[in-house]
């Protein structure tokens, strides 16, 4: 996931196919892309709610509501 996506290989001559195909390779490999950073939120996101949880699990409780 943290590692950069690779770019599609490029088009082996200049034909107008080849050309489209690497476009469609091209896009395939931004959705990964995407998906990595999507997914790398998501699990950063969930760390840092159990992180918190974690905290408010540990303070010290207040004794009288004073102490």
């Not at 001559?13 to 050309?19: A, M, T, W, Y």
Request: charged share 25%; net charge positive.
């Amino acid at each position: 996931m943290l590692n950069p996506t690779p770019g599609a290989p490029l088009p082996a001559d200049d034909s107008v196919g080849e050309i489209a195909a690497f476009g469609v390779r091209e896009s395939g490999q931004l959705d990964k892309a995407n998906a990595d950073k999507a997914g790398t939120k998501g699990i950063l996101r969930v760390c840092k709610s159990w992180r918190e949880k974690a905290v408010q699990a540990v303070k010290p409780k207040r004794f009288l509501g004073i102490f």
